[in-house]
């Protein structure tokens, strides 16, 4: 079978500094899979390549069979790859149930190049406002849709971005850090989240800690000075040399 998505010698070099340094990658088509890494270590600069924000110094980027290296963000979303940020992004000032509506409007009306209308109730697009609603049911969110956003927590807040993203029906799912800043209750509901959607969609996690998603992902990928050094299923991650070198000296 063919992957979904695969690298050839994807390299970003920003002046002498090597952030991605000829990766070779691929996940199929409905696996869940886990990049983990220190602190610059490349995962999310790989994550910009992937998602459009930057563009490769060199090697190819594949999805689908279709090589992509130079589509827009907006292109990539609309061919079904959409992502998370390490720090949500979401409008304090409107609610739960407007930010969801407002930001899967922009985005599939940025995909047909159209301006966009702030004025949700005079919208006819059932379709997409049940999507919405079928997102927001999915994170759990539904019953606070009509409250600000601002007054709803940080745990929320990163579940509003997930229900966003879910929103606009992707085939790839690319979650940059999504327990970053969480308490441990709502890292568990995000990892059965995680878990509920295994099987439908392709996800790609990344994380610091193994521990947090070596459950879940069928694959891990280790990034380390801008090199995949290691990949495999958990166990043998976790037995690697090099791996273990570069977590625990």
């Not at 999310?44 to 980027?61: D, R």
């Not at 599939?108 to 049911?137: M, P």
């Not at 299923?233 to 090099?242: I, M, T």
Request: aromatic share 10%.
């Amino acid at each position: 079978m063919a992957p979904l998505l695969q690298t050839k010698q994807l390299t970003k070099r920003f002046g002498s500094l090597y952030a991605v340094n000829k990766v070779d990658y691929s996940i199929e088509d409905k696996q869940t899979v886990g990049i983990i890494g220190s602190n610059g270590s490349g995962k999310t600069t790989f994550f910009n390549l992937l998602s459009g924000f930057y563009f490769p110094t060199s090697g190819e980027i594949y999805y689908d069979g279709q090589k992509i290296d130079m589509l827009s963000p907006v292109k990539r979303t609309h061919i079904g790859i959409v992502r998370t940020f390490q720090l949500v992004s979401v409008f304090e000032t409107l609610s739960v149930w407007n930010n969801l509506v407002l930001s899967t409007y922009s985005a599939r009306e940025a995909q047909q190049k159209k301006s966009i209308s702030f004025y949700f109730a005079d919208r006819k697009d059932d379709r997409i406002l049940e999507g919405c609603l079928e997102a927001l049911k999915t994170v759990g969110l539904e019953d606070k849709a009509n409250r600000t956003t601002k007054e709803i927590s940080y745990g929320d807040k990163r579940l509003l971005e997930i229900a966003i993203v879910l929103s606009l029906k992707p085939r790839l799912l690319l979650l940059d850090e999504p327990f970053a800043g969480l308490s441990d209750h709502e890292i568990g509901f995000i990892s059965e989240l995680i878990l509920s959607l295994k099987g439908t969609i392709t996800q790609i996690i990344i994380e610091h800690k193994i521990s947090k998603i070596q459950y879940f992902a069928e694959k891990l990928s280790v990034f380390h000075d801008g090199f995949m050094i290691c990949e495999g299923d958990s166990d043998y991650v976790l037995n690697n040399e090099e791996v273990r070198k570069c977590y625990w000296g």
